[in-house]
């Protein structure tokens, strides 16, 4: 996030940067998609790996990272995500949107 800062100011304007509109959803996307990626990962996989079998798999883990980035992105086009409330209903309903979505593309029950 702050690269190769090396004084106060430099920091600064690197935070500056990270947290304009962009920086917040960048923030955001990878911290939500990691956490329903890892999420995929614990909760459902082993049965979907059973399902669709290992090698196919491992080859689609990348399909669904970017699955799951590429619909959060989706929730933020033409919204302030710095106005969303992620802990209360609309962060829910949001993450909620993504997760349900992922897997359905992908046929998996949960």
Do not use: H
Request: aromatic content about 10%; proline content about 1%; overall charge positive.
């Amino acid at each position: 996030m702050i690269g190769g800062a090396k004084n106060y100011a430099e920091v600064k304007g690197a935070l500056k940067n990270a947290l304009d509109k962009q920086g917040l959803e960048r923030i955001v996307v990878n911290f939500f998609g990691e956490y329903l990626y890892q999420n995929f990962l614990r909760s459902v996989y082993k049965d979907w790996a059973k399902k669709v079998g290992a090698d196919q798999a491992g080859r689609r883990l990348k399909s669904i990272r970017d699955c799951i980035t590429s619909a959060l992105k989706s929730k933020f086009v033409n919204r302030d995500i710095s106005k969303v409330r992620w802990k209360g209903r609309e962060g829910r309903r949001i993450i909620d949107q993504v997760w349900r979505g992922t897997l359905k593309i992908f046929g998996v029950t949960p």
